[in-house]
């Protein structure tokens, strides 16, 4: 399981347990601020993984351009 599964999956039962423990009012507010923060997560990993391709894509342009 990689970094944000094993966030995915700990979010999961923290929204469960903000559920079960607290009003709807305060489970509703700490549930969007956990989501929000998910989100982040995700497009941190989007960015990364965008990155990694784009230097791919550049080494292999330069393999080709010197060949």
Known sequence: MNDFESLK?????LIAE?????PADVATTAIID???KLLAAKDMQVDE???EKAAKTLN???DKASE
Do not use: G
């Open 9 to 13: 999956q700990a979010s999961y039962k």
């Open 18 to 22: 903000y559920i079960e423990k607290n």
């Open 34 to 36: 956990v989501i929000e």
């Open 49 to 51: 993984l965008a990155t």
């Open 60 to 62: 292999d342009i330069a």
